[in-house]
Nanobody
Framework: QVQLRESGGGLVQPGGSLRLSCADS????????MGWLRQAPGKEREFVAA???????AYYADFVQGRFFISRDAKSTLILQMNDLKPEDTGVYFC???????????????????WGQGTHVTVSS
């Protein structure tokens, strides 16, 4: 069973950076595409970024392209480096695992069915 736990959120000024991390305490996600979703107040959860299970290819929503970067470190911790943050990036960020292992990434929140409790990101001056 996947047990994902996010960390690294906080309050940051516009233009600042944050680094989110996600650890899996339930199983290795070696064969699963992983991603980040976010949910702003009053809005639906949306896709932010994902990384392929096989070749580390990265996928990004248009609104974070060039500012956010997804990766996995040597311990298989999922990372989201967020740069040049904007107030509209405010929300709860969720680490998520794909529904099915060994599948091609779909840039949609429905592609994922396991996520953690989320970490809050607030971008404000």
């Amino acid at each position: 069973q996947v047990q994902l736990r996010e960390s690294g959120g906080g309050l940051v000024q516009p233009g600042g950076s944050l680094r989110l991390s996600c650890a899996d305490s339930g199983r290795t996600f070696k064969n699963y595409a992983m991603g980040w979703l976010r949910q702003a107040p009053g809005k639906e959860r949306e896709f932010v970024a994902a990384i392929s299970w096989i070749n580390e290819a990265a996928y990004y929503a248009d609104f974070v392209q060039g500012r956010f970067f997804i990766s996995r470190d040597a311990k298989s911790t999922l990372i989201l480096q967020m740069n040049d943050l904007k107030p509209e990036d405010t929300g709860v960020y969720f680490c998520a695992a794909a529904r099915t292992p060994r599948t091609r990434v779909e840039m949609a929140s429905s592609y994922f069915n396991s996520w953690g409790q989320g970490t809050h990101v607030t971008v404000s001056s």
